[in-house]
Each structure stands twice: as structure tokens, then as C-alpha cells.
T-cell receptor, first 111, second 114 residues
Framework: KAGVTQTPRYLIKTRGQQVTLSCSPISGHRSVSWYQQTPGQGLQFLFEYFSETQRNKGNFPGRFSGRQFSNSRSEMNVSTLELGDSALYLC??????????FGPGTRLTVL | GENVEQHPSTLSVQEGDSAVIKCTYSDSASNYFPWYKQELGKGPQLIIDIRSNVGEKKDQRIAVTLNKTAKHFSLHITETQPEDSAVYFCAVTDGGTSYGKLTFGQGTILTVHP
């Protein structure tokens, strides 16, 4: 079975821009969770989608948003980028939202 | 909200020694406890997990123990090898209303010296 894929793997943006990241879950998995990983804050939960519905959201500002499509692929969007948004963004897929399998991540650098 | 403390932050061992990493959590409703290994440039890889109805689980050189009363769980790696060198994260979730939300510890950098 193919694992979780994320595109792009690397992104460089400037402050004020917006960015969209994509995640394709393991075939058959309907839950997709997103996390932000930084050296200072560690791994922090952004949000989770199941069958195109957001079921849970972490403590991030409204600039961070996401969606899920009918084929379970998910995207997350960050608008009005700030320097502090530089991080590794990880998505994880799951059958039932507990046992999660992570993708390789997207490294976002904001200049 | 849930709080997870992980210790130690760094751990250095000689090849063949054992390594133990411990995590404590705050929410007694937590019922699922996975461990992840993250190598440089990669996403976290699930290496073992345990549910609250089990006290111990073993998979070859890796084992996890859970003490629900004390709210702590530990990862044990025996006969360590250089390829075990990585960052290890513990995580918890209650699997109920916390849909898809894993709360992670701060990570342990494990270095295995040949």
C-alpha cells in the first residue's frame, strides 16, 4: 500500500503571501489530520477532517484553514504568511482517527 | 487540555545497551498511546502503540509499558543499534471527542554510539 504523500516537499514564500499544501492519504483512510512542527513548539495539532467534515481544530488563528475532498485528499491553506509560520507541516491519515500514519511533510520557509 | 511531559530530552547510549524513554500525561480519559520515530528529513514513523486496556506490548526489540493509575507510559528499546538513532516522540489521545488530535511530548534525541 502506498503511504501518505504530501506536495510540495519544499516551499519558499514571502511574508503576506498565501500557500496551499496538499495531502493524499493512504488508500481507504478517510481521516486526515494536520500538524505543525517547529523546534520551539514541537508537534502541534492544526485540524482533522473526516468525510469532508472538519471534526476538530487546534489553537491556531483563522489564517490556517483546510478542506477535504470526496476522495479523502486534503489541502491546508495559510493566508497572510508570517515569519513564524516557517515550519514542517505534516499530515497524517487514519482509518478511525487514532492510529495515524504520517507523510514526509512540507517544509515551508517564510522570508 | 491534555499535557504530555517526555523525559529525557536527550539520551546517549552505547550500541547493545538498552534505552528507556518516559512520558506522563494529564488527562485520565486518554486511552491510546503511540510512539513515533522521526529521522532527519522524514515524517514521524509509528513504531509501537498501546491501548488503555493493555499494560504492556512488545515487538521484537521494542516494548511499551503503561501505568494508567500513575498516568505514565514508557518506551523500552533493547540491544540498541546505530540505526535506532533518531528523535522519538510519545503521544496520547482520548480517541473520543478529540477526533484526530494527538498530543505529543517534546521528543527525545536518541544517539546510539557504535
Amino acid at each position: 500500500k502506498a503511504g501518505v504523500t504530501q506536495t510540495p516537499r519544499y516551499l519558499i514564500k514571502t511574508r503576506g503571501q498565501q500557500v496551499t499544501l496538499s495531502c493524499s492519504p493512504i488508500s481507504g483512510h478517510r481521516s486526515v489530520s494536520w500538524y505543525q512542527q517547529t523546534p520551539g513548539q514541537g508537534l502541534q495539532f492544526l485540524f482533522e477532517y473526516f468525510s469532508e467534515t472538519q471534526r476538530n481544530k487546534g489553537n491556531f488563528p483563522g489564517r490556517f484553514s483546510g478542506r477535504q475532498f470526496s476522495n479523502s485528499r486534503s489541502e491546508m491553506n495559510v493566508s497572510t504568511l508570517e515569519l513564524g509560520d516557517s515550519a514542517l507541516y505534516l499530515c497524517a491519515s487514519s482509518l478511525q482517527a487514532d492510529t495515524q500514519y504520517f507523510g514526509p511533510g512540507t517544509r515551508l520557509t517564510v522570508l | 487540555g491534555e499535557n504530555v511531559e517526555q523525559h529525557p530530552s536527550t539520551l546517549s547510549v552505547q550500541e547493545g545497551d538498552s534505552a528507556v524513554i518516559k512520558c506522563t500525561y494529564s488527562d485520565s480519559a486518554s486511552n491510546y498511546f503511540p510512539w513515533y520515530k522521526q529521522e532527519l528529513g522524514k515524517g514521524p514513523q509509528l513504531i509501537i502503540d498501546i491501548r488503555s486496556n493493555v499494560g504492556e506490548k512488545k515487538d521484537q526489540r521494542i516494548a511499551v509499558t503503561l501505568n494508567k493509575t500513575a498516568k505514565h507510559f514508557s518506551l523500552h528499546i533493547t540491544e540498541t543499534q546505530p540505526e535506532d538513532s533518531a528523535v522519538y516522540f510519545c503521544a496520547v489521545t482520548d480517541g473520543g471527542t478529540s477526533y484526530g488530535k494527538l498530543t505529543f511530548g517534546q521528543g527525545t534525541i536518541l544517539t546510539v554510539h557504535p
